[in-house]
Nanobody
C-alpha cells in the first residue's frame, strides 16, 4: 500500500501563489507517474496536472495552463507550483500515484486505479 501526504495548502488572495508538496512512502513504484487533482465544493474531482515517472513529460488541465507547474525531485515526491491563483482554483487538492501516464495528453482512464492522498485545502479569496 502507498501512503501519500500532501502539504502546502492555505488561504491566499487572488493573484497570489502557493506551492503544494506530496511525499510518497510504502510500496511505491519507481516508474509511477504522479499527479494532482482537485475538488471544489459541490463538484466532482477533476484533473489538474500529471508528470511522468522520470519527470520528462507532463500535462495540465486547460484551466491551469501557464499558471501551474508540476515537478518532481525523485520517485517519491511531487510538487505543484500555483501562480496567479483565481477564486475558481479553490478546492481540496489531492495527490495521486500510480497514474498510467507516459507522455502526451492525459486521459481520465489513466487514473482509474490510483492511490490518493488525504487532500489539502486551497482557498483563494477575491
Amino acid at each position: 500500500q502507498v501512503q501519500l501526504v500532501e502539504s502546502g495548502g492555505g488561504l491566499v488572495q487572488a493573484g497570489g501563489s502557493l506551492r503544494l508538496s506530496c511525499a510518497a512512502s510504502g510500496r511505491t513504484s519507481s516508474r509511477s507517474a504522479m499527479g494532482w487533482f482537485r475538488q471544489a465544493p459541490g463538484k466532482e474531482r477533476e484533473f489538474v496536472a500529471v508528470i511522468s515517472w522520470n519527470g520528462v513529460d507532463n500535462d495540465y488541465a486547460e484551466s491551469v495552463w501557464r499558471r501551474f507547474t508540476i515537478s518532481r525531485d525523485n520517485a517519491l515526491t511531487v510538487a505543484l507550483q500555483m501562480n496567479s491563483l483565481k477564486p475558481e482554483d479553490t478546492g481540496v487538492y489531492y495527490c495521486a500515484a500510480g497514474i498510467r501516464y507516459l507522455r502526451g495528453r492525459f486521459s481520465s482512464n489513466m487514473a482509474s486505479n490510483v492511490d490518493w492522498g488525504q487532500g489539502t485545502q486551497v482557498t483563494v479569496s477575491s
